[in-house]
C-alpha cells in the first residue's frame, strides 16, 4: 500500500496538477518515514518517465524515446507583421499611372551589382537565389588563421592547492606489539605552480619551457624542511623525423585552407558571372514581351477592323454569315493572344526587378531603353577555348580541386610513414627550505641538473 502511495505522489495520476517540487517533497517524507524499501521504491521511482506536471507540459527525469511527430498548430505559431506595401500589378489593373523609367542594360547591370548581398540567378520566368552571398569568401578566410594558429605560442599556467591528511594506524609501544593501536597522521599543505611556454615548428616539432614550483608544509612532528620548496626549470625540444615531419606535410593544412577560400572565391564569382548574365537575359526577354505585346495590339486593332468591315458588308448583303463568323473568331483569339501577351509583360517585369534586388511594388515603370545591337559578331573558336579553360570558374574551381587532392595526398602518404621522434630535455633542479633550527637552506644554482637524449619509435 506504501508503494503505491508513493508511486502515485510522483506521478500525476495522484493529484491532476500536482507540480514537481510538491510530488519530490511528498513522496520524499512519506519514504523517511517509512522503511528503507520504501525509500528504494521512491529512488527508483524517481527514475521511471512519471508525467510530472511542471509548466504546463509533462516532465520526465529521462527523456523517453521520440515515437511521434509533435507539430504545432499554425496558429499556435508566432505573428509575423507584414510591411504595408501596394498591390503588384495585374493584367486586370496594370496600373498604369506608375510614372515610367527608363532603364539602359548598363543600369540594369550596376543596380544587380549593387543589391547583389545575395546572388540571384535568372531561372525560367524567375529569379532565384543561388546560395552564395557576398560574406562567403570573408568568412572562409577565417580558417586559414584557424590553421595558422597551430604554430602560434601557446601558454599554460595551473595553480592548485592541495590538502593530504591520510589516517594511519600505530601501536602505542613500538617494542610491545600486542600493545594498543593509535590512529594519526601528518598534514601536507601543498601548493603547485605550472607553468609551461611551447610553441609548435612549421617542421612539426615542438619547442618547451616547463617551470614547476611546489611548496610543501608538514604537521605535526619535527622534519628536516618545513616549509619544503622543489622547483625546476626544463627546455623540452622534440623533432619528428618521420611521421608529423617536414615542412610541406605541416603546412598542407593552410594551403588546403587557402584553397578552400581561393575556390570560394571563383564559386561566387562563377554566380556573379551568372547573375550578370541572368540580367542581361532578363533585360532583353522584357523587351521582346514589349515588342510581342505591341504587336499583339496591332493585330488586335487589324483583326477588330476587319470584323467591323465585314460585318457591314453582311448588312449590305456583301458578306455572308460565315465570313463573319471567321472574323469574330480571329478577334477573340488574337484578344486571348494579347492577354497573354500582357500576362508575359508583367512576369519579365517581376523577373527583371527581382535579379535587380528590387521590390515588385516599385514605384516606377521600367522601360528598357537600350537599342540591340545590329553588329554581327564574328568569334574564333580556339581563341574562345583558350580564353574559357584559363578565365571559366568552374574550370580554376576544378583545377584547384586537383591541388587539394595533392596536398592531401601528401598528408596521408606522411601518415602512413612510421613513429620516430628525436627528443631531448635539461632540466635545473632546485630544493629549498627551514631546518628545525630555524635557519634556510637551499641548493645553489645549477648544482642539480637533469638531462635526456632519446630516439623513440612507434
Known amino acids: 500500500m506504501a508503494e503505491n502511495q508513493v508511486m502515485r505522489i510522483l506521478c500525476h495520476e495522484y493529484e491532476g496538477k500536482t507540480t514537481l517540487r510538491a510530488c519530490c517533497f511528498r513522496g520524499l517524507k512519506h519514504a523517511l518515514r517509512s522503511s528503507g524499501k520504501q525509500l528504494l521504491i521512491f529512488l527508483l521511482a524517481?527514475?521511471?518517465?512519471?508525467?510530472?506536471?511542471?509548466?504546463?507540459?509533462?516532465?520526465?527525469?529521462?527523456?523517453?524515446?521520440?515515437?511521434?511527430?509533435?507539430?504545432?498548430?499554425?496558429?499556435?505559431?508566432?505573428?509575423?507583421?507584414?510591411?504595408?506595401?501596394?498591390?503588384?500589378?495585374?493584367?486586370?489593373?496594370?496600373?498604369?499611372?506608375?510614372?515610367?523609367?527608363?532603364?539602359?542594360?548598363?543600369?540594369?547591370?550596376?543596380?544587380?551589382?549593387?543589391?547583389?548581398?545575395?546572388?540571384?540567378?535568372?531561372?525560367?520566368?524567375?529569379?532565384?537565389?543561388?546560395?552564395?552571398?557576398?560574406?562567403?569568401?570573408?568568412?572562409?578566410?577565417?580558417?586559414?588563421?584557424?590553421?595558422?594558429?597551430?604554430?602560434?605560442?601557446?601558454?599554460?599556467?595551473?595553480?592548485?592547492?592541495?590538502?593530504?591528511e591520510a589516517p594511519i594506524a600505530f601501536s602505542e609501544d613500538p617494542n610491545d606489539p600486542f600493545s594498543r593501536t593509535l590512529i594519526g597522521g601528518t598534514r601536507t599543505d601543498n601548493y603547485s605552480l605550472n607553468f609551461e611556454l611551447g610553441k609548435t615548428t612549421t617542421t612539426g616539432g615542438r619547442i618547451a619551457m616547463q617551470l614547476g614550483d611546489n611548496l610543501d608544509r608538514f604537521q605535526p612532528g619535527i622534519f628536516r624542511l618545513t616549509p619544503q620548496e622543489r622547483h625546476a626549470l626544463d627546455l623540452r625540444i622534440t623533432q619528428p623525423l618521420l611521421q608529423g615531419g617536414g615542412r610541406a606535410a605541416n603546412l598542407a593544412p593552410i594551403v588546403l585552407a587557402q584553397i578552400d577560400t581561393q575556390r570560394s572565391f571563383f564559386q561566387f564569382k562563377g554566380s556573379m558571372q551568372e547573375m550578370v548574365r541572368g540580367v542581361i537575359q532578363a533585360y532583353w526577354a522584357l523587351v521582346f514581351s514589349r515588342t510581342n505585346l505591341w504587336a499583339r495590339q496591332q493585330q488586335v486593332k487589324q483583326s477588330q477592323f476587319a470584323f467591323d468591315l465585314t460585318t457591314a458588308q453582311e448588312d449590305k448583303g456583301i458578306s455572308s454569315g460565315g465570313d463573319v463568323a471567321q472574323a469574330r473568331l480571329a478577334l477573340a483569339n488574337f484578344r486571348a493572344s494579347l492577354v497573354s501577351a500582357k500576362a508575359d509583360v508583367l512576369q519579365r517585369e517581376a523577373a527583371l526587378l527581382n535579379i535587380l534586388?528590387?521590390?515588385?511594388?516599385?514605384?516606377?515603370?521600367?522601360?528598357?531603353?537600350?537599342?540591340?545591337?545590329?553588329?554581327?559578331?564574328?568569334?574564333?573558336?580556339?581563341?574562345?577555348?583558350?580564353?574559357?579553360?584559363?578565365?571559366?570558374?568552374?574550370?580554376?574551381?576544378?583545377?584547384?580541386?586537383?591541388?587539394?587532392?595533392?596536398?592531401?595526398?601528401?598528408?596521408?602518404?606522411?601518415?602512413?610513414?612510421?613513429?620516430?621522434?628525436?627528443?631531448?630535455?635539461y632540466r635545473w633542479n632546485g630544493l629549498e627550505g627551514q631546518m628545525p633550527n630555524g635557519g634556510h637552506v637551499s641548493s645553489l644554482p645549477g648544482q642539480h641538473t637533469d638531462w635526456t637524449l632519446g630516439v623513440n619509435f612507434s
Open 46 to 164: 524517481l527514475l521511471t518517465p512519471c508525467n510530472v506536471v511542471l509548466a504546463g507540459r509533462p516532465w520526465r527525469f529521462i527523456m523517453p524515446e521520440e515515437r511521434h511527430l509533435a507539430l504545432p498548430h499554425p496558429t499556435q505559431l508566432p505573428r509575423v507583421p507584414i510591411p504595408n506595401f501596394p498591390k503588384p500589378p495585374t493584367v486586370s489593373q496594370p496600373r498604369l499611372d506608375a510614372p515610367p523609367r527608363d532603364l539602359s542594360l548598363d543600369e540594369a547591370i550596376r543596380i544587380s551589382l549593387t543589391n547583389s548581398e545575395v546572388i540571384r540567378v535568372l531561372g525560367g520566368v524567375t529569379a532565384v537565389s543561388s546560395g552564395r552571398t557576398i560574406y562567403d569568401v570573408p568568412a572562409t578566410s577565417t580558417t586559414i588563421d584557424l590553421q595558422r594558429g597551430r604554430f602560434d605560442p601557446d601558454v599554460t599556467v595551473g595553480n592548485n592547492w592541495n590538502r593530504l
Open 357 to 425: 534586388g528590387l521590390p515588385p511594388y516599385a514605384p516606377d515603370r521600367m522601360t528598357p531603353v537600350t537599342p540591340p545591337t545590329k553588329t554581327r559578331l564574328d568569334v574564333d573558336w580556339e581563341q574562345v577555348v583558350e580564353m574559357a579553360e584559363q578565365y571559366r570558374p568552374d574550370l580554376i574551381e576544378l583545377k584547384l580541386i586537383l591541388e587539394a587532392d595533392q596536398q592531401l595526398l601528401l598528408q596521408a602518404n606522411n601518415q602512413a610513414l612510421p613513429r620516430i621522434d628525436a627528443v631531448a630535455l
